[in-house]
Protein backbone atom coordinates (compact mmCIF):
# COMPACT_ATOMS: atom_id res chain seq x y z
CA UNK A 1 0.00 0.00 0.00
CA UNK A 2 1.12 3.77 -0.81
CA UNK A 3 0.68 6.36 1.83
CA UNK A 4 1.57 10.14 1.46
CA UNK A 5 1.30 12.20 4.47
CA UNK A 6 1.20 15.46 2.85
CA UNK A 7 2.19 18.00 5.64
CA UNK A 8 3.62 15.74 8.28
CA UNK A 9 6.06 18.54 9.58
CA UNK A 10 4.17 19.92 12.22
CA UNK A 11 3.32 16.65 13.81
CA UNK A 12 6.89 15.57 14.07
CA UNK A 13 9.07 18.36 13.73
CA UNK A 14 12.00 15.60 14.32
CA UNK A 15 11.30 14.48 17.88
CA UNK A 16 9.17 11.59 16.85
CA UNK A 17 9.05 8.58 13.96
CA UNK A 18 6.97 7.21 11.61
CA UNK A 19 8.28 3.87 12.04
CA UNK A 20 4.68 2.43 13.05
CA UNK A 21 3.36 3.91 9.33
CA UNK A 22 6.11 2.45 7.58
CA UNK A 23 5.20 -0.78 8.59
CA UNK A 24 2.04 -0.88 6.82
CA UNK A 25 3.61 0.01 3.48
CA UNK A 26 5.15 2.27 1.32
CA UNK A 27 5.22 5.75 2.79
CA UNK A 28 5.88 8.91 1.59
CA UNK A 29 6.56 11.73 3.93
CA UNK A 30 6.31 15.65 2.80
CA UNK A 31 6.74 18.50 5.15
CA UNK A 32 4.09 20.30 3.71
CA UNK A 33 2.37 20.40 0.32
CA UNK A 34 0.92 23.20 -1.81
CA UNK A 35 -2.50 22.44 -3.59
CA UNK A 36 -0.79 22.80 -6.64
CA UNK A 37 1.36 19.76 -5.69
CA UNK A 38 -0.73 17.37 -4.15
CA UNK A 39 -1.66 15.52 -6.82
CA UNK A 40 1.87 14.89 -7.92
CA UNK A 41 2.57 13.73 -4.49
CA UNK A 42 -0.49 11.57 -3.76
CA UNK A 43 -0.36 9.40 -7.22
CA UNK A 44 -1.00 5.91 -6.81
CA UNK A 45 -1.68 6.10 -3.12
CA UNK A 46 -4.29 4.20 -1.38
CA UNK A 47 -3.98 6.13 2.03
CA UNK A 48 -3.44 10.13 2.10
CA UNK A 49 -2.64 11.90 5.58
CA UNK A 50 -3.62 15.65 5.83
CA UNK A 51 -3.23 18.42 8.79
CA UNK A 52 -3.98 21.62 6.51
CA UNK A 53 -3.28 20.73 3.29
CA UNK A 54 -6.93 21.31 1.43
CA UNK A 55 -8.16 18.29 -0.75
CA UNK A 56 -10.94 19.72 -3.03
CA UNK A 57 -13.16 17.63 -5.04
CA UNK A 58 -11.35 18.57 -7.68
CA UNK A 59 -8.42 17.43 -6.85
CA UNK A 60 -9.93 13.70 -5.43
CA UNK A 61 -11.67 13.19 -8.57
CA UNK A 62 -7.63 13.03 -10.28
CA UNK A 63 -7.07 9.83 -7.53
CA UNK A 64 -8.84 6.91 -8.60
CA UNK A 65 -6.84 4.70 -6.43
CA UNK A 66 -7.25 6.95 -3.14
CA UNK A 67 -9.27 4.77 -0.59
CA UNK A 68 -8.77 6.51 2.45
CA UNK A 69 -7.92 10.14 3.81
CA UNK A 70 -6.66 10.35 7.72
CA UNK A 71 -6.99 13.84 8.84
CA UNK A 72 -4.45 14.47 11.42
CA UNK A 73 -6.58 16.66 13.66
CA UNK A 74 -9.79 16.94 14.63
CA UNK A 75 -11.15 19.62 12.30
CA UNK A 76 -11.50 17.93 8.99
CA UNK A 77 -12.86 21.01 6.58
CA UNK A 78 -9.64 20.88 4.50
CA UNK A 79 -11.31 17.84 3.28
CA UNK A 80 -14.63 18.07 1.04
CA UNK A 81 -16.25 14.86 2.72
CA UNK A 82 -18.84 14.73 0.72
CA UNK A 83 -17.05 14.18 -2.46
CA UNK A 84 -14.86 11.97 -0.98
CA UNK A 85 -18.04 9.95 0.43
CA UNK A 86 -19.02 9.96 -3.06
CA UNK A 87 -16.20 8.35 -4.83
CA UNK A 88 -15.80 5.35 -1.78
CA UNK A 89 -13.44 7.39 -0.05
CA UNK A 90 -12.91 7.20 4.13
CA UNK A 91 -12.21 10.24 5.80
CA UNK A 92 -11.34 9.71 9.17
CA UNK A 93 -10.26 12.20 12.00
CA UNK A 94 -8.56 11.87 15.37
CA UNK A 95 -10.77 13.48 17.99
CA UNK A 96 -9.25 12.76 21.26
CA UNK A 97 -5.46 13.31 20.94
CA UNK A 98 -5.11 16.94 22.76
CA UNK A 99 -7.96 17.49 25.44
CA UNK A 100 -5.31 17.22 28.77
CA UNK A 101 -2.77 19.65 26.76
CA UNK A 102 -5.09 21.96 25.24
CA UNK A 103 -6.76 22.29 28.82
CA UNK A 104 -3.64 23.16 30.38
CA UNK A 105 -2.84 25.76 27.51
CA UNK A 106 -6.23 27.11 28.51
CA UNK A 107 -4.95 28.08 31.76
CA UNK A 108 -1.31 28.74 30.79
CA UNK A 109 -3.28 31.93 29.18
CA UNK A 110 -5.56 32.70 32.13
CA UNK A 111 -2.34 32.41 34.50
CA UNK A 112 -0.28 34.88 32.38
CA UNK A 113 -3.62 37.31 32.16
CA UNK A 114 -3.64 36.94 35.68
CA UNK A 115 -0.42 37.51 36.94
CA UNK A 116 2.20 38.92 33.89
CA UNK A 117 4.80 36.46 34.69
CA UNK A 118 7.02 37.33 31.58
CA UNK A 119 6.33 40.82 32.31
CA UNK A 120 7.52 40.51 35.62
CA UNK A 121 10.31 38.39 35.14
CA UNK A 122 11.80 40.40 32.46
CA UNK A 123 11.68 43.46 34.94
CA UNK A 124 13.79 41.49 37.81
CA UNK A 125 16.34 40.21 34.77
CA UNK A 126 16.75 44.25 33.47
CA UNK A 127 17.05 45.44 37.15
CA UNK A 128 14.18 46.75 38.07
CA UNK A 129 13.95 44.99 42.08
CA UNK A 130 17.58 44.83 42.25
CA UNK A 131 16.86 49.27 41.91
CA UNK A 132 13.62 48.97 44.14
CA UNK A 133 13.08 51.16 47.06
CA UNK A 134 10.75 48.36 47.96
CA UNK A 135 10.87 44.28 48.66
CA UNK A 136 8.16 43.94 46.22
CA UNK A 137 6.62 45.32 43.29
CA UNK A 138 4.20 44.60 40.51
CA UNK A 139 3.66 46.01 37.24
CA UNK A 140 -0.07 45.27 36.57
CA UNK A 141 -2.85 44.17 38.33
CA UNK A 142 -2.92 40.55 40.02
CA UNK A 143 -5.88 38.82 39.61
CA UNK A 144 -6.85 35.77 42.13
CA UNK A 145 -8.92 32.92 40.53
CA UNK A 146 -10.53 31.22 43.51
CA UNK A 147 -14.40 32.63 43.84
CA UNK A 148 -14.98 33.70 40.32
CA UNK A 149 -16.74 32.47 37.22
CA UNK A 150 -15.36 30.34 34.41
CA UNK A 151 -18.23 30.33 31.51
CA UNK A 152 -17.12 27.18 29.42
CA UNK A 153 -18.82 27.40 25.99
CA UNK A 154 -18.94 24.10 23.86
CA UNK A 155 -18.95 21.40 26.90
CA UNK A 156 -17.49 18.28 24.80
CA UNK A 157 -13.94 16.52 26.24
CA UNK A 158 -11.83 19.80 26.01
CA UNK A 159 -14.61 22.02 28.06
CA UNK A 160 -15.25 19.54 30.86
CA UNK A 161 -11.55 19.09 30.92
CA UNK A 162 -11.21 23.08 31.77
CA UNK A 163 -14.23 22.83 33.98
CA UNK A 164 -12.16 20.06 36.37
CA UNK A 165 -9.33 22.13 36.46
CA UNK A 166 -11.65 25.29 36.95
CA UNK A 167 -13.20 23.32 40.10
CA UNK A 168 -10.07 22.48 41.59
CA UNK A 169 -8.89 26.22 41.37
CA UNK A 170 -12.32 26.80 43.74
CA UNK A 171 -13.78 28.84 40.33
CA UNK A 172 -17.68 28.59 39.46
CA UNK A 173 -18.30 26.70 36.31
CA UNK A 174 -20.77 27.81 34.03
CA UNK A 175 -21.14 25.51 30.94
CA UNK A 176 -23.42 26.61 27.20
CA UNK A 177 -24.32 23.78 25.15
CA UNK A 178 -26.65 22.13 23.24
CA UNK A 179 -26.36 19.03 24.79
CA UNK A 180 -27.00 19.66 28.49
CA UNK A 181 -26.96 15.88 29.76
CA UNK A 182 -24.24 13.92 32.16
CA UNK A 183 -23.60 17.63 33.87
CA UNK A 184 -20.43 16.97 36.68
CA UNK A 185 -20.28 16.64 39.93
CA UNK A 186 -18.46 20.07 40.24
CA UNK A 187 -18.97 21.94 43.39
CA UNK A 188 -20.58 24.61 42.04
CA UNK A 189 -21.68 23.92 38.68
CA UNK A 190 -24.49 24.98 36.16
CA UNK A 191 -25.48 25.30 32.65
CA UNK A 192 -26.47 28.47 30.95
CA UNK A 193 -27.89 30.10 27.82
CA UNK A 194 -24.61 31.77 25.77
CA UNK A 195 -26.05 35.67 26.64
CA UNK A 196 -26.26 34.51 30.62
CA UNK A 197 -22.89 32.99 30.89
CA UNK A 198 -21.41 36.30 29.03
CA UNK A 199 -23.17 38.56 31.24
CA UNK A 200 -22.04 36.24 34.67
CA UNK A 201 -18.48 35.03 33.76
CA UNK A 202 -14.97 36.18 34.76
CA UNK A 203 -13.64 34.24 32.60
CA UNK A 204 -14.86 33.01 28.75
CA UNK A 205 -13.13 30.04 27.70
CA UNK A 206 -14.46 29.42 24.23
CA UNK A 207 -14.72 25.37 22.60
CA UNK A 208 -17.25 25.21 19.89
CA UNK A 209 -17.04 23.53 16.89
CA UNK A 210 -17.27 25.88 13.92
CA UNK A 211 -20.28 25.77 12.44
CA UNK A 212 -22.33 27.93 10.23
CA UNK A 213 -24.31 29.34 13.40
CA UNK A 214 -20.82 29.32 15.60
CA UNK A 215 -18.93 31.39 13.46
CA UNK A 216 -18.53 35.02 14.73
CA UNK A 217 -20.68 34.33 17.72
CA UNK A 218 -18.14 36.36 19.68
CA UNK A 219 -18.94 39.84 18.18
CA UNK A 220 -19.34 43.35 18.77
CA UNK A 221 -23.20 42.24 20.54
CA UNK A 222 -21.75 39.32 22.65
CA UNK A 223 -18.42 41.23 23.98
CA UNK A 224 -20.87 43.93 25.16
CA UNK A 225 -22.59 41.36 27.46
CA UNK A 226 -19.22 40.39 29.28
CA UNK A 227 -17.69 42.25 32.50
CA UNK A 228 -15.65 44.75 31.81
CA UNK A 229 -13.49 43.22 34.06
CA UNK A 230 -13.75 39.55 32.40
CA UNK A 231 -11.14 37.81 30.11
CA UNK A 232 -11.42 35.66 27.30
CA UNK A 233 -9.70 32.44 26.01
CA UNK A 234 -9.83 30.86 22.87
CA UNK A 235 -7.81 27.44 22.29
CA UNK A 236 -10.86 26.34 19.67
CA UNK A 237 -11.48 27.94 16.53
CA UNK A 238 -10.13 31.49 15.40
CA UNK A 239 -13.42 32.49 13.46
CA UNK A 240 -15.41 32.10 16.17
CA UNK A 241 -14.55 35.68 17.06
CA UNK A 242 -14.73 38.02 15.11
CA UNK A 243 -11.35 39.70 15.38
CA UNK A 244 -11.94 43.68 14.77
CA UNK A 245 -14.63 43.41 17.12
CA UNK A 246 -12.52 42.06 19.94
CA UNK A 247 -9.79 44.10 18.86
CA UNK A 248 -12.33 47.15 19.43
CA UNK A 249 -13.55 45.53 22.78
CA UNK A 250 -9.75 45.57 24.60
CA UNK A 251 -9.08 48.47 23.33
CA UNK A 252 -11.89 50.41 24.41
CA UNK A 253 -12.24 48.52 27.84
CA UNK A 254 -15.29 46.43 26.98
CA UNK A 255 -13.59 43.43 28.50
CA UNK A 256 -10.21 43.34 30.85
CA UNK A 257 -7.69 40.87 28.27
CA UNK A 258 -8.37 37.68 26.23
CA UNK A 259 -5.70 34.71 25.19
CA UNK A 260 -5.94 33.28 21.90
CA UNK A 261 -4.38 30.65 21.01
CA UNK A 262 -6.46 30.16 17.33
CA UNK A 263 -6.91 33.04 14.86
CA UNK A 264 -9.44 33.58 12.09
CA UNK A 265 -6.67 33.15 9.20
CA UNK A 266 -3.28 30.60 10.04
CA UNK A 267 -0.66 32.59 9.85
CA UNK A 268 -2.28 35.89 10.24
CA UNK A 269 -2.18 39.10 8.15
CA UNK A 270 0.99 41.34 10.23
CA UNK A 271 -2.19 43.97 9.73
CA UNK A 272 -4.26 41.68 12.02
CA UNK A 273 -5.87 43.94 15.28
CA UNK A 274 -5.60 41.41 17.23
CA UNK A 275 -1.58 40.87 17.11
CA UNK A 276 -1.76 45.07 18.60
CA UNK A 277 -4.60 44.78 20.46
CA UNK A 278 -4.88 46.33 24.24
CA UNK A 279 -3.55 43.29 26.51
CA UNK A 280 -4.40 40.24 24.16
CA UNK A 281 -2.09 37.39 24.08
CA UNK A 282 -1.55 35.31 21.35
CA UNK A 283 0.09 32.78 20.25
CA UNK A 284 1.17 30.26 17.23
CA UNK A 285 -1.79 27.83 17.75
CA UNK A 286 0.33 25.40 19.88
CA UNK A 287 -2.03 24.40 22.78
CA UNK A 288 -2.21 20.92 20.61
CA UNK A 289 1.36 20.80 20.27
CA UNK A 290 2.87 18.81 23.66
CA UNK A 291 5.37 16.17 22.54
CA UNK A 292 2.81 13.88 24.34
CA UNK A 293 -0.47 15.14 22.61
CA UNK A 294 1.54 14.38 19.55
CA UNK A 295 2.79 11.34 19.99
CA UNK A 296 -0.66 10.48 20.93
CA UNK A 297 -2.03 11.87 17.52
CA UNK A 298 0.10 9.93 15.43
CA UNK A 299 -0.20 6.29 17.45
CA UNK A 300 -4.18 7.41 16.72
CA UNK A 301 -3.61 8.35 13.23
CA UNK A 302 -1.74 4.25 12.65
CA UNK A 303 -4.56 2.84 14.24
CA UNK A 304 -7.48 4.43 12.09
CA UNK A 305 -5.81 2.99 9.42
CA UNK A 306 -4.95 -0.26 10.55
CA UNK A 307 -8.69 -0.40 11.47
CA UNK A 308 -9.36 0.80 8.04
CA UNK A 309 -7.31 -1.92 6.23
CA UNK A 310 -8.99 -4.49 8.11
CA UNK A 311 -12.44 -3.51 7.15
CA UNK A 312 -13.36 -1.93 10.16
CA UNK A 313 -12.91 1.78 9.97
CA UNK A 314 -13.13 4.14 12.79
CA UNK A 315 -13.58 7.83 13.60
CA UNK A 316 -15.19 8.17 10.54
CA UNK A 317 -16.31 11.99 9.79
CA UNK A 318 -19.68 12.55 7.86
Given at each position: ?????????????????????????????????????????????????????????????????????????????????????????????????????????????????????????????????????????WKSPLVELAGKTMGIVGFGRIGRQTGRIADAMDMRVLAHDTNQTNAPGYTDFAWAGLEELLRDSDVVSLHSPLFPETRGMINARTLALMKPSAFL?????????????????LNNGAIAGAGLDVLSVEPPAEDNPLLHARNCLVTPHIAWATREARSRLMDLAVHNLVDFVAGKPRNVVT
Open positions: MKIAVLDGYCLNPGDLNWDHMRQLGEVAVYDRTRVDEVLERAAGATAIFTNKTPLPGYILEQLPELRYIGVLATGYNVVDVEAARARGIVTTNIPTYGTSSVAQFVFALLLELCHHVGVHADAVRAGEWSHNADWSFINTSRGPLVVDQDLADA
